[in-house]
């Protein structure tokens, strides 16, 4: 101690004393400052090498893409990203089904396709499953594959906007699928796309827990007004107010971060830690604090999407393959979609993102909406539930979100504003006008999404007025 106490103040003071002291504090403030950028650094490169592993892993095993083309067209490597991205080493092995990812300051992260359950993120590689062989038919060049008869004038106009779509390849557009009156107008892709490719649709999957809830209200399993009271959380628990319509509406409640900061310290929000760090994602959304009033603050988060699929897990007493067993009985098989959703290492679907289907998949989903519910003449969704899907969520900003679908009230779109937006990132899109019968669907590769909205914006604008003039 007395030797520390010469060091700082010395034996003389006067300017002396004053330049230690403030030598000193400088040297512990960047010895501190560096050991917390160290840490955070090493998180930042948890999360993009475990982007990376994902994005890898389904792309070669789930969509049958070659490694080449899911780093160019999936992964987002611009800015400070590429430098942490060129610094990983990646091992890809078809044989077991794995990709791990490894960084300077991190454990290696492993992917494992393992069949239903996607690609799994661990720490460890999971055992191998047996690896379906991937051959899904893929175009040479941009291919239009249904023509339907329309007046000749229309017809050309709809063929002028479809390729449009597709002339500029940074746009990245691989799909376009229009609908009317549940007729497939025209089905168009680009090269590389398909109608068995499974894509990416990341916020897609949000849609498909609303259909799920709409059809188990219809069978009388579950209601709108009911709380969702989860076991993790003891009676009298203020989160045991959440209702279900109230998370169907993006309202829970829940706090639940969104986006990340760079400096001076990286911290990643919430939102992408669910797909990046989790070995449990139901106890990372229950553990959540009540952030506001169920009903009063809407916004967009991944928390309440999956709090429903928890709820109804524990309402119906399933497991987690029962539960995904679940979703492909009352969702997948009836509507007629070829989807795909990862899970965590438990066996529960991160159906907030991790989901890959076919264009065709998400233009039947579109037609259920379309039809008010109805699926093959009979109703399937809950009478009324497409209405209350359209009714804006009480406390969201413009009105811009109502039932696990957005909303265009706010007019963020150029197309018509009481259309149903299923949206995903990169600008995965499937526009629905129940009144008018037309479906839109738009899948496109995420990296390049920055370029692509401006044309398919004015382009479904175009397309909208051309269908409803004949």
Avoid at 308 to 315: D, M, N, P, V
Avoid at 324 to 350: H, Q, W, Y
């Amino acid at each position: 101690m007395n030797f520390l106490t010469r060091l700082i103040w010395g034996t003389r003071g006067g300017w002396r004393r004053l330049l230690r002291v403030t030598l000193v504090l400088l040297l512990t403030a960047a010895l501190t400052y560096g050991t917390l950028f160290a840490i955070s650094w090493s998180r930042l490169q948890h999360i993009f090498a475990a982007n990376n592993a994902a994005m890898l892993c389904a792309g070669i095993f789930i969509s049958g893409r070659s490694a080449e083309e899911v780093d160019r067209q999936s992964i987002i490597k611009e800015g400070f990203r590429k430098r942490i991205y060129d610094a990983f080493s990646v091992n890809i092995d078809r044989q077991n089904g794995t990709v791990t990812v490894g960084g300077s300051l991190i454990a290696p992260i492993v992917a494992s396709y393992q069949g239903e359950r996607g690609c799994i993120l661990s720490q460890k590689a999971f055992p191998p499953v047996k690896l379906p062989v991937l051959q899904p038919k893929r175009f040479d060049s941009f291919t239009v594959i249904t023509r339907a008869e329309l007046p000749d004038e229309a017809a050309n106009k709809l063929d002028a906007e479809v390729a449009r779509n597709f002339a500029d390849p940074t746009h990245a557009t691989h799909a376009l699928l229009i609908y009317k009156n549940n007729i497939l107008l025209r089905e168009a892709y680009a090269a590389g796309g398909g109608p068995d490719y499974l894509a990416e649709n990341w916020s897609f999957g949000k849609t498909l827990v609303g259909t799920l809830v709409g059809r188990l209200i219809a069978e009388g399993k579950l209601s709108l007004d009911e709380p969702i009271a989860i076991q993790q959380w003891p009676a009298g628990n203020p989160r045991r107010g959440i209702r279900v319509r109230d998370a169907m509406g993006m309202a829970g409640g829940l706090r639940f971060t969104t986006g990340y900061k760079t400096f001076p310290l990286f911290v990643q929000a919430d939102h992408g830690l669910v797909y990046t760090d989790l070995e449990d994602a139901v106890r990372f959304v229950v553990d959540r604090p009540l952030q506001h009033k169920p009903s009063t603050a809407g916004s967009y988060n991944n928390a309440d999407p999956l709090l429903l699929l928890e709820f109804i897990r524990q309402k119906l007493n399933l497991s987690n393959d029962g539960l995904r067993e679940l979703i492909r009985e009352k969702v997948f098989a009836p509507v007629g979609m070829n989807v795909a959703v990862s899970t965590d290492p438990k066996g529960f679907p991160i159906i907030t993102g991790y989901v890959f289907g076919t264009a065709r998949s998400w233009g039947n989903l579109g037609l259920l909406y379309a039809n008010k519910g109805r699926l093959n003449g009979q109703q399937y969704l809950a009478e009324g539930f497409v209405d209350f899907v359209g009714t804006p969520s009480p406390g969201y900003p413009g009105e811009a979100y109502g039932g696990m679908v957005w909303l265009n009230r706010h007019g963020f779109y150029k197309f018509p504003k009481e259309a149903l937006v299923i949206s995903g990132a990169g600008d995965q899109i499937v526009m629905i006008l129940p009144a008018d019968g037309i479906v839109i669907v738009r899948l496109g590769h995420r990296n390049k999404s920055a370029t692509t909205r401006q044309t398919f914006d004015d382009s479904f604008k175009n397309i909208v007025e051309i269908l409803k003039s004949y």
